[in-house]
């Protein structure tokens, strides 16, 4: 049981991870369809047309300063720094790509193990933090639902394991072991809850036409 909860569960929990992914894309384009435009490009579009690539990126930054930005700062600081460290610290841990090396003889860049360690603590902060949001504040709260808890701890149940064999906290065996089935769990849930964001997120924001699009987007439901 051991042996396949650190041996082939991993390859299992990494295929569903990827097949996932690749299944909720196909779905997102048979589900979807060119959009026909009724109205011509405004001239802004015109203009953005004409724009390189990193003209593009600046003015879509540009906007941003309107949306959340302007409204809650401390939440979207909190939630690029949460991101940021979520998808960096497990790619550059040292713990990750020794395994890695070891399973398939690819070795990635590892931060020093001390960063890892100050980035999975910033993680638990920020998860801290959203946890606290939808706990106390009212208009949070109301539209919170179990989902929305169990979502936040599966993304954060493998930073706070992580964590604790790091520092060789409680019974190491037990607790590297609880590392690996959470980490498997968030792998496996990715693509089947609104973990799946990390794809559509960026689906929806430059292919789909509609007033949260970042572009003028060229699909539609
Ligand atoms: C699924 C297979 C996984 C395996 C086999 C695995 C294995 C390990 C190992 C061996 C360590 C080092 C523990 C030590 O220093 O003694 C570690 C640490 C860590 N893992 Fe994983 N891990 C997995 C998935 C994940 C995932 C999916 C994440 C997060 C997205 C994650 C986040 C971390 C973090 C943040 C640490 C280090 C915490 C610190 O240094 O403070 N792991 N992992
Ligand atoms: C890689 C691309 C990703 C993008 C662009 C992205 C974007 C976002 C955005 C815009 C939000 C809403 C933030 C807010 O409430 O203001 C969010 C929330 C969240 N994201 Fe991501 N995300 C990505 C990947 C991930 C991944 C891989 C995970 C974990 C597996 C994750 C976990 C979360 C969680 C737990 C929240 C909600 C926090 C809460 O309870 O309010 N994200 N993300």
């Not at 051991?2 to 990827?18: D, E, K, T």
């Not at 004409?50 to 300063?65: H, P």
Request: proline letters at 3%; hydrophobic letters at 50%; aromatic letters at 16%.
């Amino acid at each position: 049981m051991l042996n396949f909860v650190q041996g082939h569960l991993i390859s299992i929990a990494f295929i569903v991870f990827i097949l996932g992914l690749v299944y909720q894309g196909i779905q997102f384009f048979k589900l979807t369809k060119k959009k026909e435009w009724c109205v011509p490009p405004s001239s802004i579009e015109i203009k953005r047309e004409k724009m390189t690539t990193q003209q593009r990126i600046l003015e879509g930054l540009r906007s941003l300063n309107g949306n959340l930005w302007k409204t809650d700062p401390a939440l979207t600081f909190i939630t690029v720094v949460f991101h940021i460290c979520l998808i960096a610290t497990p790619l550059f841990l040292l713990g990750h790509n020794i395994l890695l090396d070891q399973s398939w003889g690819v070795r990635l860049f590892s931060f020093p193990e001390s960063l890892s360690d100050l980035l999975t603590l910033i993680v638990l902060i920020c998860g801290v933090y959203f946890l606290g949001r939808r706990l106390f504040l009212a208009r949070v709260r109301a539209i919170s639902s179990v989902y929305d808890y169990i979502v936040l701890l599966i993304a954060l149940a493998p930073f706070l394991t992580g964590f604790l064999a790091y520092h060789q906290w409680f019974d190491y065996e037990i607790v590297i072991l609880l590392h690996i089935l959470s980490g498997q769990l968030m792998l496996i849930t990715i693509p089947f809850t609104k973990l799946g964001h990390m794809l559509f997120f960026f689906l929806y924001r430059f292919l789909i036409g509609s007033e949260y699009s970042f572009v003028r987007g060229s699909r539609t439901w």
